[in-house]
């Protein structure tokens, strides 16, 4: 079994940054693919990044992409999504994820096993 932690959300204006840390449990966390999925209200969890278990290569959704960067500190068993030039549409709530099957790297729900709590994200325009 793999806990995750999600921190670091927050209220921020638009334009500026808000950096997420995801601490999860357990001795396996570099064999994960993690992930960072977000849902607001009323709509569908969607993908927003990941980062694989070996090379460490990372995905974006296009939206994301240029503003946000996922990174992994296997040490420290912590993923981190730093969000810059937020945007009120960005507003969500924000979850970690783990994919344990280290097959490639999936932008599905379906895929990943374990989750965390999430942490809320609202930019005020």
């Known amino acids: 079994q793999v806990q995750l932690v999600e921190s670091g959300g927050g209220l921020v204006q638009a334009g500026g940054s808000l950096r997420l840390s995801c601490a999860a449990s357990g001795r396996t966390f570099s064999s994960y693919t993690m992930a960072w999925f977000r849902q607001a209200p009323g709509k569908e969890r969607e993908f927003v990044a990941a980062i694989n278990w070996g090379a460490g290569s990372t995905y974006y959704s296009d939206s994301m992409k240029g503003r946000f960067t996922i990174s992994r500190d296997n040490a420290k068993n912590t993923v981190y999504l730093q969000m810059n030039s937020l945007k009120p549409e960005d507003t969500a709530v924000y979850y970690c994820?783990?994919?344990?099957?280290?097959?490639?790297?999936?932008?599905?729900?379906?895929?990943?096993?374990?989750w965390g709590q999430g942490t809320q994200v609202t930019v005020d325009s």
């Open positions: 994820s783990a994919d344990a099957s280290r097959l490639r790297v999936s932008r599905t729900v379906q895929r990943y096993d374990y």
